[in-house]
């Protein structure tokens, strides 16, 4: 398998000289830019024992390469084709007499992204360096990921997770140090639809709108934020944190432009947190966007259901950090973007 062009040229032209060696061309995977899209596209490996039991009534055999993740995963079988029978004739000392196709192979269908290949590389590029710069500068940054959607359609034009892969190195034989480094450093992790993280201040957008859909707040009223929130355990607005004062009087639209934690919490008290969820939730917060994309992860939304599943005490104050987008809540970047 997978022997030079020089060694096929000379076994075609010293035929004679081996009997019963014949050479056969397939296909193979051709990954035109490295690592670009890895996590989108997935790669393939030979068929394990185990897959290959529960493949067998469709057509693989030992040899066969198979989907493992990504586009390659879930299309596997428009991306497969069919294969085709040809029978070989020959002689006693393994001379080739004649060949016949019984059976034409079937090329696997084309399947066309909505990904934009000139936006993915860049937005790779970006993530990598932004990551390798928090690196230089002492932060400790491992991973990344980013999402960028047509706000029109909600087609993926660009989905990176960082640290990426190269597919090509899956097709004929792995070799040991490069699967200890993809296993070591968790490369083949899609950080963009299965790393669920605390989205924080990107979240104030669902209490914002809870509020002013349930009229706890117009969009012209204002809260004076003190910076002190008076009431539970007295939380502090990052900008007491960093000012010592608070941000004084914020609507909707000041609040978010300053992103003042006072007029959330103020907002999260007088709505709960379970209707907080159910406006996170008609967001499509903790719910799978159905990307076609192996392994997505479904997410989380802070409610007093979820603590008490987990055998937690649900406080009313605890509704402060939920409202702010900590708390139980996590989400995947590729929901974050579905929500915006």
């Not at 051709?30 to 790669?43: P, Q, R, T």
């Not at 296993?183 to 709108?209: H, I, Y």
């Not at 960093?242 to 934690?261: D, P």
Request: glycine share 8%; charged share 25%.
């Amino acid at each position: 398998e997978d022997i030079s062009k020089k060694s096929a040229i000379q076994f075609n032209e010293q035929n004679s000289e081996f009997p019963g060696v014949n050479i056969i061309e397939e296909l193979i995977r051709v990954y035109a830019k490295g690592s670009l899209a890895s996590h989108i596209l997935g790669y393939i490996r030979k068929i394990d024992a185990d897959t290959l039991k529960e493949k067998t009534d469709e057509g693989y055999t030992l040899n066969d390469y198979i989907g493992q993740m990504g586009i390659e995963y879930v299309l596997e079988k428009y991306l497969r084709g069919a294969k085709g029978t040809k029978q070989i004739d020959m002689s006693v000392d393994g001379t080739i007499e004649g060949e016949y196709i019984e059976e034409e192979a079937v090329s696997g269908k084309n399947v066309v992204l909505t990904i934009d290949a000139e936006l993915q590389e860049k937005m790779e590029d970006i993530i990598e360096s932004t990551v390798k710069n928090l690196q230089k500068n002492g932060k400790k940054a491992e991973k990344a990921a980013a999402v960028l959607m047509d706000v029109q359609t909600g087609e993926v034009l660009a989905m990176c997770s960082y640290p990426s892969f190269e597919p090509e190195v899956f097709i004929g034989t792995l070799r040991n140090d490069v699967w200890q480094d993809i296993r070591e450093n968790d490369k083949l992790f899609n950080n963009a639809v299965q790393s669920a993280n605390a989205p924080g201040s990107t979240f104030k957008m669902v209490t914002a709108a809870a509020a002013l859909e349930e009229e706890v707040i117009t969009e012209s009223e204002y809260v004076y934020a003190r910076g002190v929130y008076p009431y539970g355990h007295n939380p502090v607005c990052w900008y007491y944190t960093e000012y010592h004062r608070g941000h004084g009087n914020v609507n909707v639209k000041t609040a978010l432009q300053k992103s003042c934690n006072y007029f959330f919490y103020e907002m999260g008290r007088q709505l709960g947190v379970d209707t907080i969820a159910k406006y996170a939730r008609h967001f499509g917060l903790g719910q799978k966007t159905g990307v076609e994309i192996t392994g997505e992860n479904s997410g989380i939304v802070a409610s007093t259901e979820v603590a008490k599943s987990r055998g937690d005490t649900w406080y009313p104050s605890n509704v402060f950090s939920a409202a702010i987008g900590q708390s139980y809540n996590n989400y995947t970047p590729i929901q974050m973007a579905r929500y915006i």
